[in-house]
């Protein structure tokens, strides 16, 4: 039914859940909060946080070029030692923990004590991914893969394709692949996202979840009778 949060998964147990992260996990885009985080702190310019918006335009306009986005926003801090990066990502993954929703905690929490193979699959860059992972006890990870030197630094490169609306795809089958699995292993399979973007690997999965989903993602999950919730309470 529209708008249950549907927490019970019905005593079925031993399946595969996937999780988009902006606007789906979080109520928030995590590039933007990083961004945003670094800029009062002096670390980006004033005109950094403008030119990032307008890349989510992009996005939501579906004209994205996200290797031209990775350039610029992982760009700014190509160079950076990595303890100097990691720290910053300790205190952001501080700052952030308070703004996840009990609702959306509850609902990996309920698929990880069924006993289902819980992935965050995102095309947020791994590095900021990774804290919201552990935020939410998700021990997995498909993200968008940085180019690093070698010392470790980025480079604003994408090693590989983007996990990315259609390559999302790509990167769940590699994954099983690599676990000697694949999607069809599993009785029950799930994806929850809020995005359009996301519709190829919402097809793949027997469960498809729209989650606070755009206008356009919404018709389509009525018109397919797909299950749709909120986890912004």
Do not use: N, S, Y
């Given at each position: 039914m529209p708008g249950d949060n549907a927490l019970s998964l019905r005593g079925e147990c031993r399946g595969l859940a996937l999780f988009d992260l902006d606007h789906t996990l979080i109520t928030f885009d995590s590039g933007?909060?990083?961004?945003?985080?670094?800029?009062?702190?002096?670390?980006?310019?004033?005109?950094f946080e403008a030119q990032y918006l307008a890349y989510c335009h992009d996005y939501a306009a579906g004209r994205l070029d996200?290797?031209?986005?990775?350039?610029?926003?992982?760009?700014?801090?190509?160079?950076?030692?990595?303890?100097?990066?990691q720290a910053w990502l300790d205190e952001f993954e501080a700052e952030v923990a308070p703004r996840i929703t009990p609702t959306a905690l509850a609902l990996v929490q309920s698929h990880r004590q069924c006993g289902d193979l819980c992935v965050l699959v995102t095309a947020t860059t791994?590095?900021?991914?990774?804290?919201?992972?552990?935020?939410f006890g998700i021990d997995h990870v498909l993200a968008t893969e940085p180019e690093r030197d070698g010392q470790g630094r980025l480079t604003?490169?994408?090693?590989?394709?983007?996990?990315?609306?259609?390559?999302?795809?790509?990167?769940?089958?590699?994954w099983l692949a690599a676990r000697g699995q694949v999607l069809a292993d599993f009785s029950r399979s799930s994806f929850y996202s809020d995005s359009v973007h996301d519709l190829p690997l919402l097809q793949m999965v027997r469960r498809p979840v729209a989650v606070?989903?755009?206008?356009?993602?919404?018709?389509?999950?009525h018109t397919q009778g797909w299950q749709t919730l909120t986890l912004r309470g």
């Open positions: 933007g909060a990083f961004t945003r985080w670094l800029a009062e702190r002096g670390v980006l310019d004033a005109g996200i290797r031209a986005m990775h350039r610029f926003t992982v760009g700014a801090l190509a160079g950076l030692p990595p303890p100097q990066l791994r590095f900021i991914a990774e804290p919201f992972a552990r935020l604003g490169a994408i090693v590989g394709e983007p996990c990315f609306r259609a390559d999302k795809c790509g990167h769940v089958e590699r606070d989903a755009d206008a356009a993602l919404l018709a389509h999950a």
